[in-house]
């Protein structure tokens, strides 16, 4: 008799992933300046560490919400008291015009249309559960998040047809290859209910442009499925071109009376652009009344606390303290995101014109042995195992193309961003000095057997010959 059930004991987590396998030997070797200095450097977590100090100065000039005072009286009682799964109002008003000004405002949302989930992965399951049976399909542009191998897939039983993007164009979507993955799911006779994206992207680091958009638009339009569309990276847009929402677009098309309107979801979440992820706050939005309905429902099994709800809804009223947020942080994260470019071209590597995110998509094509994924997985075991760095390799993304690489830089001090840098042009200076080398052990060599073949074609009597 089966004393676990199948899902507790089958292989489809996705936790033997190379990107958690990274994080693995990151917990067991962890850099410290002070502790542990030759430790491994976290560098596979897009997580923003940047901006804690403004987030601090306003706790700290903002004492009753952290206590979880209201008017110099306690309300601990009130919100350690049970509270239904709708969320506290003042925090979903607070939520929704935060959503709104790092969009700079040309779209607002609606309060009664947003459901809180505990962080983005809950709430992109969520939306599985809501839109797709398990056998059915989602399309995915490739390189795409590891983790939604896991979120997506493992508990709902949706599967991921990937869509192939390629870095000829700066890996953006396009016609012929939404058309091919649609067909693919159609050859796997997996039925297609909607496509999923990220932008700003994870791991590209760049925004989508608004003739992507339009053609995602255009072409659930066509196929009558879903598009949601995970903009948790929103906030973090530090340069042009800037940040174009869906809802945006949609609005621009005057879809608000359409069928499409109710057929596009937004995903949210506080854990990159405030660089809360421990606080677990995320959130969809969405047209669909029946969608709002059911993901309310199913929110119940992963709640935001009253507490947290309180302390953020205070801290996101400020709008003062919220819109010299966005613009410090994204000011900061531009400087960053130089400082990482600049070490990696000291290297000798270079990464994707981004714009955005917590990370760069950084070529390392030139240091593979061969054109493989086997090549790739040799070197990334490398850089983890010899230079002590954790970064995500290409293939953990889906990426079609061996040689690319996701590079965190906002979770670390700029000293050790510095130091990671060093490591990395010593290593491949290191490659370097071997292939050259071996380049010119081989040149003697071969010179030498000429030579051979010369002197004892020369010894040879004209018969011989």
Not at 71 to 99: T, W
Not at 274 to 282: A, E
Not at 378 to 396: A, M, R, T
Request: proline letters at 4%; a positive charge; glycine letters at 6%.
């Amino acid at each position: 008799m089966r004393l676990l059930s199948r899902k507790a004991t089958c292989n489809t987590h996705g936790q033997d992933s190379s990107y958690f396998l990274g994080w693995e030997e990151y917990e067991k070797n962890p850099y410290d300046e002070i502790k542990n200095p030759t430790g491994i450097i976290q560098m596979g977590l897009a997580e923003n560490q940047l901006s804690f100090d403004l987030l601090e100065s306003w706790l700290a000039n903002n004492p009753d919400a952290a206590v979880f005072k209201k008017d110099g009286q306690s309300i601990f009682r009130e919100l350690a008291l049970f509270q239904d799964y709708h969320g506290l109002p003042a925090f979903k008003k607070a939520l929704v015009d935060f959503m709104a000004e790092i969009r700079g405002n040309r779209v607002t949302f609606d309060q009664n249309k947003i459901v809180l989930t505990a962080g983005a992965t809950s709430a992109n399951e969520t939306l599985m559960f809501c839109l797709a049976e398990p056998g059915e399909a989602f399309l995915l542009p490739t390189p795409y998040y590891p983790g939604f191998d896991r979120d997506l897939k493992w508990r709902t039983g949706v599967e991921i047809v990937p869509i192939q993007c390629a870095s000829s164009n700066g890996f953006q979507i396009t016609a012929p290859a939404l058309e091919e993955a649609y067909l693919e799911a159609q050859r796997r006779n997996l039925r297609v209910k909607g496509v999923l994206v990220t932008n700003p992207s994870n791991p590209l680091g760049t925004t989508m442009s608004r003739s992507e958009l339009n053609l995602l638009v255009n072409f659930i339009t066509a196929k009558g499925i879903h598009l949601i569309s995970d903009e948790i990276y929103s906030g973090t847009v530090f340069s042009s071109p800037g940040f174009i929402s869906i809802m945006e677009v949609l609005k621009d098309r005057k879809c608000e009376n359409t069928e499409v309107w109710k057929r596009v979801h937004i995903v949210y979440s506080l854990s990159k652009d405030l660089g809360l992820p421990g606080f677990r706050v995320g959130a969809i939005y969405s047209n669909d009344e029946m969608v709002v309905s059911a993901a309310t429902k199913m929110s119940s099994f992963g709640l935001v606390s009253s507490q947290t709800q309180y302390l953020l809804s205070a801290l996101l009223s400020d709008n003062k303290f919220t819109k010299n947020y966005i613009s410090e942080n994204q000011r900061r994260l531009k400087q960053r995101q130089k400082l990482l470019v600049k070490g990696l071209e000291k290297a000798g590597i270079s990464c994707l014109k981004s714009n955005a995110g917590l990370f760069c998509w950084v070529n390392m094509k030139h240091l593979l042995r061969s054109n493989t994924f086997e090549a790739e997985m040799e070197l990334w075991k490398k850089i983890v195992y010899d230079v002590n760095l954790n970064i995500s390799p290409g293939s953990s993304c889906h990426c079609t193309e061996p040689g690319w690489f996701r590079v965190c830089f906002a979770n670390m001090s700029e000293e050790t961003l510095k130091l990671a840098m060093d490591r990395l042009k010593s290593f491949v200076d290191s490659i370097s000095k071997t292939t050259s080398h071996q380049m010119v052990k081989n040149s003697r060599k071969k010179y030498l057997t000429k030579w051979v073949f010369r002197l004892s074609f020369h010894d040879r009597g004209p018969k011989e010959r």
